[in-house]
């Protein structure tokens, strides 16, 4: 299993990168995680943020590869447990799908990002920093395959 990280934004401060690179090293090789960041769209004094998200979502759909299950992160989307993410991996796992989870930008995701998701997943309703959603994942990621390894990294 292959899951590819795609989200809008780069130079991310070094915490940022410190903390999905811990959590992504933790993960074993047949459950690789990958980043790919998406450079932000143009965005200026009277421009409509809609231009640099529909210029976002055409980048990150370029980088969704073949036949990969998609799941956008969105607040509006269903909000999995910790125990529902292990499940949701598990069959990933099992039907050896490689999975791009995609992350807008600060105007939120391309509405044609959105309709091609396979799922909508929410983290949570709070609004996240892009940058911290990418260490969320990362560390929600990992936790997920220790308990489906019995691993005691989640006490939950």
Same mark, same amino acid.
């Given at each position: 299993?292959?899951?590819?990280?795609?989200?809008?934004g780069?130079?991310?401060?070094?915490?940022?990168?410190?903390?999905?690179?811990?959590?992504a090293?933790?993960?074993?090789r047949?459950?690789?995680?990958?980043?790919?960041?998406?450079?932000?769209?143009?965005?200026?004094?009277?421009?409509?943020?809609?231009?640099?998200?529909?210029?976002?979502?055409? $980048?990150?759909?370029?980088?969704?590869?073949?036949?990969?299950?998609?799941?956008? !992160?969105?607040?509006?989307?269903q909000?999995?447990?910790?125990?529902?993410?292990?499940e949701?991996?598990?069959?990933?796992?099992?039907?050896?799908?490689?999975?791009? !989870?995609?992350?807008?930008?600060?105007?939120?995701?391309?509405?044609a990002?959105l309709? $091609?998701?396979?799922?909508?997943?929410?983290l949570?309703?709070?609004? !996240?920093?892009?940058?911290?959603?990418?260490?969320?994942l990362?560390?929600q990621l990992?936790?997920?395959?220790s308990l489906?390894?019995?691993?005691?990294?989640?006490?939950?």
């Amino acid at each position: 299993m292959r899951i590819k990280l795609i989200a809008v934004g780069e130079r991310m401060p070094a915490w940022v990168a410190q903390g999905f690179e811990e959590y992504a090293r933790r993960l074993p090789r047949d459950c690789r995680l990958e980043l790919c960041e998406i450079a932000a769209g143009r965005r200026g004094k009277g421009q409509a943020p809609g231009r640099a998200v529909a210029e976002e979502g055409r $980048r990150m759909q370029a980088a969704v590869p073949e036949r990969a299950r998609v799941i956008a !992160l969105d607040v509006a989307g269903q909000p999995w447990s910790t125990e529902e993410l292990a499940e949701q991996m598990a069959r990933w796992r099992r039907l050896g799908e490689t999975v791009a !989870l995609l992350v807008g930008g600060p105007d939120g995701l391309d509405p044609a990002c959105l309709q $091609r998701a396979d799922q909508h997943w929410s983290l949570s309703r709070l609004t !996240l920093p892009h940058p911290l959603v990418r260490v969320v994942l990362a560390e929600q990621l990992y936790r997920a395959w220790s308990l489906l390894q019995g691993h005691p990294y989640h006490r939950a």
